[in-house]
């Protein structure tokens, strides 16, 4: 969703601005938004990675056996004896 707003520059600016805008063929509309969301870059926090639903179960369980992780398919696919 965007807002509109009103910001007030110095006539030089705009006229800066709109020159600016011509050369990159882009809207000075387009110019402010990239330029301020450049400047608050150093601000915005990473987005925090959500956590995998497999992740709520590792450790839950403990077996005892030292090489599940290097030998799994022996005690998973194996047949007891």
Do not use: C, W
Not at 20 to 46: C, G, H, T, W
Not at 58 to 71: E, F, M, P, Y
């Amino acid at each position: 969703m965007t807002v509109a707003t009103n910001i007030r520059l110095p006539e030089e600016v705009l006229k800066a601005l709109k020159y600016r805008a011509i050369e990159e063929k882009k809207s000075v509309n387009q110019l402010i938004r990239e330029a301020i969301e450049e400047s608050l870059a150093i601000f915005v926090q990473p987005e925090k990675k959500s956590k995998d639903s497999f992740d709520m179960v590792i450790g839950i369980a403990k077996s005892g056996i030292r090489d599940a992780s290097t030998r799994h398919d022996k005690y998973l696919y194996s047949k007891k004896k």
